[in-house]
């Protein structure tokens, strides 16, 4: 089965400053597409930003970068510049296109707090 | 906002009994998921439905169902409800289930007493 862990329960970043949260999954699966989902205080959850395995470019959207190592099965979240309303807790997510269907897997998630 | 709307927005019952959590998908979405987010659980996958079909199964109770319907919008349904079946219940929906993007709605708050 596969597994998503985020190791860092808990990040904080000064406003302006770049943070990186770190997300490894386990599969063996070789297609499959990776996300990181943010969930502030609303408790909404909304998709920051997707990454399919096949490509080797990193994604990026605006303040938001992933850093994806394929063979390490490692797939971190940079945020650049960050700001107060980056706080949210974080979520990475897993989903194969093989056996495991269409499901999400989510990780355990980390909040992070951005200080003024 | 995802586009995907879920109703009641919060829940209060009693043990024992039996509510149902409604989701309407985007517009032109044919695939539905539902997730429970709970503190000792995390975030999990109970089920998905693709245009009226029951797709995959995940870690959903045999106390739990779901469909969907002919407009595709989806309902679930918890009976014989326990203190441990509070949590935050999700509704996803994507165009269809290879598309790689779900979107979520803003989330069904239940709570057990």
């Known amino acids: 089965a596969q597994t998503v862990t985020q190791s860092q329960p808990e990040m904080s970043v000064q406003e302006a400053e770049t943070v990186t949260l770190s997300c490894t999954y386990d599969t063996s699966e070789s297609d499959y597409y990776l996300f990181w989902y943010k969930q502030p205080p609303s408790r909404q959850m909304i998709l920051v930003i997707r990454?399919?395995?096949?490509?080797?470019q990193n994604a990026t959207e605006n303040r938001f970068s992933v850093n994806f190592q394929k063979a390490a099965k490692s797939f971190s979240l940079k945020i650049s510049d960050s700001q107060l309303g980056d706080a949210a807790m974080y979520f990475c997510a897993y989903k194969g296109r093989e056996t495991s269907g269409s499901r999400l897997t989510f990780g355990e998630g980390t909040q992070l707090t951005v200080n003024p | 906002d995802s586009g995907v709307t879920q109703t009641p927005k919060h829940l209060i019952t009693a043990t024992g009994q039996r509510v149902t959590l409604r989701c309407s998908p985007r517009?032109?979405?044919?695939?539905v998921y539902w997730y429970q987010q709970s503190l000792d659980q995390g975030l999990q996958f109970l089920i998905q439905y693709y245009n009226g079909e029951e797709r995959a199964k995940g870690n959903i109770l045999e106390r739990f169902s779901a469909q969907q319907f002919p407009d595709l919008h989806s309902e679930l349904n918890l009976s014989s409800l326990e203190l441990g079946d509070s949590a935050l219940y999700f509704c996803?929906?994507?165009?269809?289930?290879?598309?790689?993007?779900?979107?979520f709605g803003p989330g069904t708050r239940l709570l057990v007493l």
């Open positions: 517009s032109g979405d044919l695939s």
């Open positions: 996803a929906s994507s165009v269809v289930p290879d598309k790689e993007t779900q979107y």
């Open positions: 990454q399919e395995a096949y490509k080797q």
